[in-house]
């Protein structure tokens, strides 16, 4: 059973960090891109980032870029955003998913964790 568990939200002022972690279990991890997708109150899920398995592709939503940063463990079945310069606009529940090849569509990945909380006060 595939079990995908984010950590490290919590609430920061505009202007600063945090890293979040996704641990992943039941699952051969090296071998799938992982991702982290984002929701807001009355939005739909948004992609954020997405790492293939060898961590040669990496792809960022554009409001993101330059700001955020996602890499992996493999031996330790994690996957991290490392968010800096946050803004209030970057509040949302933060989840990590995997899929069988790197893709920006929610719609392709079929596993997913149950989220973390990320508030940006301004």
């Known amino acids: 059973q595939v079990q995908l568990v984010e950590s490290g939200g919590g609430l920061v002022q505009a202007g600063g960090s945090l890293r979040l972690s996704c641990a992943a279990s039941?699952?051969?991890?090296?071998?799938?891109?992982m991702a982290w997708f984002r929701q807001a109150p009355g939005n739909e899920r948004e992609f954020v980032a997405a790492?293939?398995?060898?961590?040669?592709?990496?792809y960022y939503a554009d409001s993101v870029k330059g700001r955020f940063t996602i890499s992996r463990d493999s031996p330790k079945n994690s996957v991290y955003l490392q968010m800096n310069s946050l803004k209030f606009e970057d509040t949302a529940v933060y989840y990590c998913?995997?899929?069988?090849?790197?893709?920006?569509?929610?719609?392709?990945?079929?596993?997913w964790g149950q989220g973390t909380q990320v508030t940006v006060s301004l």
């Open positions: 998913a995997r899929s069988p090849s790197p893709s920006t569509r929610s719609s392709d990945y079929g596993a």
């Open positions: 039941g699952v051969t991890f090296s071998t799938y891109t």
């Open positions: 790492i293939s398995w060898n961590s040669r592709e990496i």
